[in-house]
């Protein structure tokens, strides 16, 4: 596990999502949701927990190659910034 405590607000929310998800304690920035022990199950429970928390549809292929918080949390931020300009 990472040291690497997630600086943003998204970050830690997601860091949230990976530790229930994954049923781990504590979850950093740069921590690897697949090297956490998540597999294509959890990944699709992780995407259903971001749906309901910020109201976004990620598809299921962005965890597997944005696996760790902080780049997840890119994404997020990304997708969450084109929902409010439109």
């Known amino acids: 596990m990472s040291s690497l405590s997630p600086p943003t607000p998204s970050e830690r929310a997601l860091a949230e999502l ?3 998800v994954l049923r781990v304690e ?9 090297s956490l022990g998540g597999n294509s199950l959890t990944a ?3 995407i259903a927990r971001v749906r309901a928390e910020f109201g ?3 598809p299921l ?12 949390a890119g994404q997020l931020d990304g997708r969450l ?6």
């Open 81 to 86: 910034k084109e929902t409010a300009a439109s």
């Open 61 to 72: 292929w962005v965890v597997f190659q944005c696996a760790s918080v902080a780049e997840l």
């Open 44 to 46: 699709v429970k992780l």
């Open 26 to 34: 504590r979850v950093g920035s740069t921590d690897n949701f697949f």
């Open 18 to 20: 990976f530790a229930e």
């Open 56 to 58: 976004i549809r990620l």
